[in-house]
């Protein structure tokens, strides 16, 4: 029977991108604008690009998927307030890369107001700019610095008349992220199946491993699954470690042998409509836990299922965090890893040396995704809509201090969460964690 992928979700509409583009502009002052722009093409080599991605901010505003677009925003404007400069209709260029979408369809396919060919942006945005005091952009581009100060330049006549014209600019990308940070329920559709997506992979990559296989060649069914399930891309640089490599925390050489004995950590997650998924799970080569790395691996699962107990609204980060901390200090004290007292090796971050990194990330259109950690000084707290990743580990170097049955062994269990209005919801909850639950799907493998 021929194999068939997992259903693809709804997609989300044009008029939630409406909806987002008139959020934003209601947060603005009178006689404002926001310009912001598509990525472009990235040449890998000779005649050869990487694969296009689309910038998140200009993808979470406007949908479109296109390089070398601009998205203008003119609140208040009568004649229409979201205008998109895009590539032109080329039959030449398309024969060679593929049909190009052109202004007219994007009115009709993207709901934005007006639409116009990138050859006349320099003619029609001084024009749209007319009457709009500050411009809203990304201050850390700056091919767009270099195209608002020409336009200042341009309108600089008016300006001297005493007409309203640019004269200041600020930052659009707070207002952005603030917004990212909260997921609709069209969002959090992608993101479920992401993490579907996400989790099958996981699931192949504990059923075809096995002693002598290279990191590579797991990491190849990782991807196998993502793409087949319309994932055409990773959401990150996968990370296959085998043995010792599992205490690199971000290694992505993924190119040793997997070694009879050793425990493999895999970090990775398929893209799906540009939304991400983020999944780490660590398991034996052999499909057996030996004792020592049981004795780790419990300690991890432990504080990793209390953490994403904890999320719910009106907890934060910092929290989980801390109840992370008190947990594996106290695993690591019970193996003989850290001296007691508890109290004392959380107050002098003894732990430190084990567990190197913060428990979560926001997760999103990006994996490390936006949005603040802290409001006027403070841990922000968790509101529905919001998503995050519990991923505490244990990474313990191979030293003479330490006793020789733990040495080398790197673990991390992950999950991807979301917060609900009355808890949470695990969304890469297909992936088992269990010591008995990932033996007996290994057995099946």
């Known amino acids: 029977?021929?194999?068939?992928?997992?259903?693809?979700?709804?997609?989300?509409?044009?008029?939630?991108?409406?909806?987002?583009?008139?959020?934003?502009?209601?947060?603005?002052?009178?006689?404002?604008?926001?310009l912001i722009s598509a990525a472009s093409l990235v040449t890998r080599n000779r005649d050869s690009e990487y694969a296009f991605r689309q910038d998140s901010d200009f993808h979470y505003l406007s949908g479109f998927p296109e390089p070398d677009a601009l998205l203008v925003l003119l609140p208040g404007r009568d004649a229409g307030e979201a205008v998109l400069f895009c590539q032109e209709k080329d039959p030449s260029q398309e024969v060679w890369t593929g049909i190009?979408?052109?202004?007219?369809a994007a009115v009709t396919g993207y709901g934005v107001d007006e639409a116009y060919e990138n050859d006349t942006r320099d003619t029609l945005l001084p024009e749209l700019l007319e009457g709009r005091e500050t411009l809203f952009l990304p201050l850390d581009n700056g091919e767009m610095l270099a195209l608002v100060e020409s336009l200042r330049a341009e309108l600089a006549p008016q300006a001297r008349r005493g007409e309203r014209t640019p004269r200041a600019f600020a930052d659009i990308v707070p207002l952005i992220h603030a917004q990212r940070l909260i997921k609709s329920e069209a969002e959090l559709g992608l993101m479920r199946h992401a993490a579907r997506i996400s989790a099958q992979a996981h699931r192949r990559a504990?059923?075809?491993?096995?002693?002598?296989?290279?990191?590579?060649?797991?990491?190849?069914?990782?991807?196998?699954?993502?793409?087949?399930?319309?994932?055409?891309?990773?959401?990150?640089?996968t990370i296959v470690g085998g043995g010792e490599n599992a205490c690199v925390l971000h290694y992505i050489e993924n190119s040793a042998a997997l070694r009879d004995g050793d425990l493999v950590l895999i970090d990775a997650g398929g893209e799906f409509e540009l939304y991400a998924g983020d999944i780490t799970r660590t398991f034996p080569v052999n499909g057996r836990f030996t004792p020592a790395q049981r004795e780790l691996y419990e300690v991890v699962l432990?504080?990793?299922?209390?953490?994403?107990?904890?999320?719910?609204?009106?907890?934060?980060?910092?929290?989980?965090?801390?109840?992370?901390?008190?947990?594996?200090?106290?695993?690591?004290?019970?193996?003989?890893?850290?001296?007691?007292?508890?109290?004392?090796?959380?107050?002098?971050?003894?732990?430190?040396?084990?567990?190197?990194?913060?428990?979560?990330?926001?997760?999103?259109?990006?994996?490390?995704?936006?949005?603040?950690?802290?409001?006027?000084?403070?841990?922000?707290?968790?509101?529905?809509?919001?998503?995050?990743?519990?991923?505490?580990?244990?990474?313990?170097?191979?030293?003479?201090?330490?006793?020789?049955?733990?040495?080398?062994?790197?673990?991390?269990i992950e999950d991807d969460v979301a917060v609900t209005a009355i808890g949470h919801e695990v969304l890469t909850a297909d992936v088992p964690k269990e010591v008995t639950e990932i033996e007996a799907l290994m057995r099946k493998g």
């Open 302 to 412: 432990k504080a990793q299922c209390r953490a994403v107990a904890a999320v719910a609204p009106g907890t934060t980060l910092s929290a989980i965090h801390d109840g992370v901390v008190h947990d594996l200090t106290a695993g690591l004290i019970r193996l003989g890893l850290l001296e007691s007292p508890l109290e004392a090796r959380i107050d002098d971050h003894g732990y430190r040396r084990f567990f190197l990194h913060a428990t979560s990330h926001w997760l999103g259109l990006d994996v490390h995704d936006v949005g603040t950690y802290r409001l006027d000084g403070e841990p922000r707290v968790l509101t529905p809509g919001m998503v995050l990743t519990v991923e505490p580990g244990l990474y313990i170097p191979d030293a003479e201090d330490v006793p020789e049955a733990y040495r080398g062994i790197g673990i991390r």
């Open 1 to 34: 029977m021929p194999r068939t992928a997992l259903p693809r979700p709804a997609a989300i509409s044009s008029d939630e991108y409406r909806v987002r583009r008139q959020a934003l502009m209601a947060a603005l002052p009178t006689h404002s604008a926001v």
């Open 100 to 104: 190009r979408i052109g202004a007219e």
């Open 206 to 237: 504990m059923q075809n491993v096995g002693p002598g296989l290279f990191e590579y060649q797991l990491q190849a069914e990782l991807e196998h699954e993502f793409v087949w399930h319309g994932a055409r891309e990773p959401a990150y640089a």
